[in-house]
């Protein structure tokens, strides 16, 4: 098997929400929303084989406020707008960085979001929670062009902020 479809059961307080797989870019790479109490996790995993190794599954993770999940799509919106729209002024590739239930996000235009095609893509800052990784620098996520709105990540995540603004996350 390719891709690992599900994590191990999450810990009692923690519910899988959503759940993409990246079948355009990278087969068996998914993205799995985690709710807990008022926070958002999206994990990121997928198994991978070194040509002269061993399986094994890759994950990274990014937290937020769940209240990122209307906010990303609004500021998605405001930067495919025009300048003269009230869009982004040219030049500027990423939104000031604002306050979502107390922690600072910021959203960026990436020029190469990372896959083999090289599509432009999206990246996401929490720059209030250092990454699990590195931790001199802020937790980031990023998706594609073709991932966001051929891959349906962007029709989940709308999905995700419609039942989260009614209560019904």
Same mark, same amino acid.
């Given at each position: 098997?390719?891709?690992?479809?599900?994590?191990?059961?999450?810990?009692?307080?923690?519910?899988?929400? !959503?759940?993409?797989?990246?079948?355009?870019? *990278?087969?068996?790479? *998914? *993205?799995?929303?985690?709710k807990q109490d008022k926070y958002l996790s999206i994990?990121?995993?997928?198994?991978i084989k070194p040509k002269n190794g061993a399986k094994f599954q890759t994950?990274?993770?990014?937290?937020?406020?769940?209240?990122?999940?209307?906010?990303?799509?609004?500021?998605?919106?405001?930067?495919?707008?025009?300048p003269h729209e009230g869009g982004l002024p040219h030049g500027k590739i990423m939104t000031d960085e604002g306050a979502v239930a107390k922690e600072q996000l910021a959203l960026c235009r990436l020029a190469n979001a990372g896959n083999d095609s090289g599509d432009a893509g999206y990246q996401i800052n929490n720059l209030s929670r250092a990454d699990r990784k590195a931790p001199?620098?802020?937790?980031?996520?990023?998706?594609?062009?073709?991932?966001?709105?051929?891959?349906?990540?962007?029709?989940?995540?709308? !999905?995700?902020?419609?039942? *989260?603004?009614?209560?019904?996350?």
């Open positions: 098997m390719d891709g690992l479809k599900s994590l191990p059961s999450p810990p009692a307080g923690i519910e899988l929400i !959503a759940q993409v797989e990246d079948l355009i870019n *990278y087969p068996g790479r *998914y *993205y799995s929303f985690f994990c990121r995993h997928r198994m994950t990274s993770q990014f937290d937020a406020p769940l209240e990122i999940l209307p906010w990303f799509i609004h500021k998605l919106n405001f930067f495919r707008l025009m001199s620098t802020s937790q980031e996520i990023s998706f594609s062009d073709s991932l966001l709105f051929d891959g349906g990540l962007l029709a989940t995540w709308s !999905a995700l902020a419609e039942k *989260y603004q009614h209560n019904n996350l």
